[in-house]
């Protein structure tokens, strides 16, 4: 079974702190991908990675960077953590290729205040 | 770049009844998936429909894809409490490795 584990599933912040979340996959996947999900809004790709030091900048990556320094971890960095930032944040993971259902962490809930 | 669209965005039926769940996309697409969500969790993948097949069945799940009018439908037979839950849609658009998602259906099963 692939498993796609987040460092946290809730964390509390202040404004200004930088902000670490990790993500690890088990399933030698290339991709990976960070997702901030609120509602109404659904889920919205931050930043995701084709490759080990690869990144690419999703739909929404202000305020966000990312770090793949090994192929099976994905970091997302909160530079100055604000409060529009409290969010529902997804990792997930998959398999470069045509068919390919993405695996998804349990979540961290990031409150910022 | 919202590519997907559920509807309706809530649905709520008893046990036992069908749940039809309807996803419209923008642009030509070269498959489309079915997730699903539990309250505060991840997601989870259902199921995934070519862009050259209409239909396609797993369990009581059953998916159409009409690429013409651009949409799909996820059909859950004989539902259960246990499916209540967020389903969502999810295109590859223009790029075979990122997923563009719909904002997602909420569906609640009355036992």
């Known amino acids: 079974d692939v498993k796609v584990t987040q460092s946290s599933r809730y964390l509390v912040k202040r404004t200004g702190e930088k902000v670490f979340l990790e993500c690890v996959q088990d399933m030698d996947h290339e991709n990976m991908f960070w997702y901030r999900q609120d509602p109404g809004l659904g889920l919205r790709l931050i930043y995701f990675?084709?490759?080990?030091?690869?990144?690419e900048k999703g739909d929404i990556p202000e305020g966000y960077s990312v770090s793949r320094e090994k192929k099976e971890r994905f970091s997302l960095i909160l530079e100055s953590a604000s409060t529009n930032q409290t969010s529902m944040y997804l990792c997930?993971?998959?398999?470069?290729?045509?068919?390919?259902?993405?695996?998804f962490g349990p979540g961290t809930r990031l409150t910022v205040t | 770049s919202q590519q997907g669209e559920e509807d309706p965005q809530a649905l709520s039926i008893q046990e036992g009844e069908n749940a039809t769940m309807n996803c419209s996309y923008k642009t030509s697409i070269n498959n489309l998936q079915w997730y699903r969500q539990n309250s505060g969790r991840g997601l989870v993948h259902l199921i995934l429909i070519r862009s050259n097949e209409r239909e396609k069945h797993s369990g009581r799940l059953r998916v159409t894809l009409d690429t013409s009018k651009k949409s799909s439908s996820l059909l859950i037979t004989a539902s259960r409490a246990a499916d209540t839950a967020s389903y969502f849609c999810?295109?590859?658009?223009?790029?075979?490795?990122?997923?563009?998602f719909g904002t997602g259906t909420r569906l609640q099963v009355f036992p």
């Open positions: 990675s084709y490759d080990v030091k690869m990144k």
């Open positions: 999810a295109t590859d658009g223009d790029n075979t490795d990122k997923l563009i």
């Open positions: 997930a993971s998959s398999f470069h290729r045509e068919e390919h259902e993405q695996y």
